[in-house]
């Protein structure tokens, strides 16, 4: 059996904000924008430049109870994990690009990482892992 996940839901309070942020910010890829009137609503889909993993859809909050939840999606923990081949030049890329980092840059003992914030406030890992970890062994 083959399995895999292909989409992570992130509530977001706009569409067009929120594309902008990924695509102009972070230079994720726009993978789809369609548009579905049965339902009033956008399938839009980004993802790291490169990647060929799990990609992020962009939910528009069309509920009271959804709108909570914009920019806390996690409770404040860490939410998300974006791994890159060079750390350095893409955390010097998102600072030139006003991204908040809240925790700064460290070696550990998986490689190397620091916190930043998106748009609304969800906490993200910036991480480059070391070439021994099992993730990295496991995709090569």
Not at 25 to 54: A, H
Not at 85 to 110: C, H, L, S
């Amino acid at each position: 059996m083959k399995q895999s996940i292909i989409h992570i839901a992130l509530v977001v309070r706009d569409y067009d904000e929120a594309i902008e942020f990924y695509t102009k910010k972070l230079n994720f890829e726009l993978i789809e924008d369609t548009y579905q009137p049965e339902q009033d609503k956008r399938w839009v889909v980004v993802s790291p430049p490169g990647s060929s993993g799990t990609t992020i859809l962009l939910a528009r909050a069309s509920k009271p109870i959804q709108k909570d939840f914009v920019g806390n999606q996690a409770g404040g923990r860490v939410f998300l994990f974006l791994n890159t081949d060079d750390f350095w030049r893409d955390y010097n890329d998102m600072i030139t690009k006003g991204i908040e980092f809240v925790r700064e840059p460290k070696e550990a003992d998986y490689g190397t990482v620091a916190v930043f914030k998106d748009l609304y406030g969800n906490l993200w890992d910036l991480l480059q892992l070391n070439a021994d970890h099992p993730l990295v062994k496991r995709y090569k």
